[in-house]
T-cell receptor, first 112, second 115 residues
Framework: KAGVTQTPRYLIKTRGQQVTLSCSPI?????VSWYQQTPGQGLQFLFE???????NKGNFPGRFSGRQFSNSRSEMNVSTLELGDSALYLC???????????FGPGTRLTVT | GDSVTQMEGPVTLSEEAFLTINCTYT??????LFWYVQYPGEGLQLLLK?????DKGSNKGFEATYRKETTSFHLEKGSVQVSDSAVYFC??????????????FGKGTLLTVNP
């Protein structure tokens, strides 16, 4: 069974631009969560989607948004990029009712 | 809110040494506890889990026991290998009846095992 895939793997953007990251969960998984990983703050929860609805949201500004499609694929968008948004963005998927999350390899975003 | 505190690294050991990485947590109710491992350039992999008090999670020679009385979930391995070199994260999922998939992570501990 294919794992969680994220595209692109690497991205370089300029301050003020916006970016969209994509995540395809494991087949049959309906929950998709997003995390930001930085050396200073570690792993921080962004949001979680289930059946196209946002169920949980972390403490990030409104510049960070996401959505989920009917096939469970998810996208996250960051508008008006700041240097501090440089990070590894990880997506994780879960089966409904399971305690386990499966992570993708991440998208490395660099903002210059 | 919920939080996880794990020992600061880096930790450097020789092959076949005993490993302990301490993890304590603060949470209401009965959270589920996890250890994840991240190899260089990769995402996180679930190493082991425990969902209730006194449960012992184990995988690939690693073990951790859910201790509610001390709010701890320390990771141990009796004999580490060079291939165990990675960053280890302790994490919890709050007790919310299965409808909340938010994980709260510790800062991570870098383990380096030398031959």
């Amino acid at each position: 069974k294919a794992g969680v895939t994220q595209t692109p793997r690497y991205l370089i953007k300029t301050r003020g631009q916006q970016v969209t990251l994509s995540c395809s969960p494991i087949s049959g998984h309906r929950s998709v969560s997003w995390y930001q990983q930085t050396p200073g703050q570690g792993l921080q929860f962004l949001f979680e989607y289930f059946s196209e609805t946002q169920r949980n949201k972390g403490n990030f500004p409104g510049r960070f948004s996401g959505r989920q499609f009917s096939n469970s694929r998810s996208e996250m968008n960051v508008s008006t990029l700041e240097l501090g948004d440089s990070a590894l963005y990880l997506c994780a998927s879960s089966r409904a009712g399971s305690y386990e999350q499966y992570f993708g390899p991440g998208t490395r975003l660099t903002v210059t | 809110g919920d939080s996880v505190t794990q020992m600061e690294g880096p930790v450097t050991l020789s092959e076949e040494a005993f490993l302990t990485i301490n993890c304590t947590y603060t949470a209401t109710g009965y959270p589920s506890l996890f250890w994840y491992v991240q190899y260089p350039g990769e995402g996180l992999q679930l190493l082991l889990k425990a969902t209730k008090a006194d449960d012992k999670g184990s995988n690939k020679g690693f073990e951790a026991t859910y201790r509610k009385e001390t709010t701890s979930f320390h990771l141990e391995k009796g004999s580490v290998q060079v291939s165990d070199s990675a960053v280890y994260f302790c994490a919890l999922k709050e007790d919310s009846g299965g409808s909340n998939y938010k994980l709260t992570f510790g800062k991570g501990t870098l383990l380096t095992v030398n031959p």
